[in-house]
């Protein structure tokens, strides 16, 4: 096996495992997320495990290289579906369950299907849910730095993750 054929390359390649410094800011200024002060983030490249907006961007860059990326709703969460919001009774919550704005939550349909919602109100007669992401509609703005790149493991390629950065099992 010629596992060590990228070893030299540190360009953000296809099963490349990308170390990324980076922070995440919305049109308004406000920062959502950010790698500062934290480990930075490992990932792999090219199995859409970030944004396809963002991957692009990433692909063919160096190690200790910075760049601005920005990301339209459609390479990113999506666009804001209006009708993906719904009023859903109280009981069908536990008694015990602390609903509070902003929150995450899963619901299963009857087939099983499971969706991702979030809490927009709690009001006596239900709880409004948001069933789009919280960041749909949103232009995105990355600073994005690579601070590392090395082939992905053959465990790696085929979980489909990287396994640095805590992630074990
Ligand atoms: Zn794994």
Redesign the pocket.
């Known amino acids: 096996m010629a596992e060590n054929q990228n070893a030299e390359s540190k360009k953000v390649e296809k099963d490349s495992v990308v170390s990324l410094d980076y922070t995440l800011t919305l049109d308004d200024g406000q920062v959502v997320d950010s790698s500062q002060g934290r480990e930075p983030l490992d990932y792999l490249h090219g199995h859409g495990q970030l944004i396809a907006g963002l991957e692009k961007e990433l692909q063919g860059m160096e190690v200790g290289e910075e760049k601005e990326v920005t990301v339209a709703p459609g390479e990113g969460y999506g666009e804001r579906d209006p009708n993906a919001v719904e009023v859903v009774p109280l009981d069908i919550f536990p008694a015990d369950m602390e609903l509070t704005p902003g929150m995450g939550i899963q619901l299963q349909d009857g087939s099983g299907q499971v969706f991702q919602a979030y809490v927009v109100e709690v009001r006596p007669d239900g709880v409004v849910l948001d069933f789009n992401h919280p960041l749909a509609g949103q232009t995105l703005h990355f600073n994005v730095k690579v601070v590392g790149v090395r082939p992905a493991t053959e465990?790696?390629l085929?979980?489909?993750?990287a396994?640095s950065g805590g992630?074990?099992?």
């Open positions: 465990e790696e085929a979980h489909g993750h396994h992630h074990e099992h």
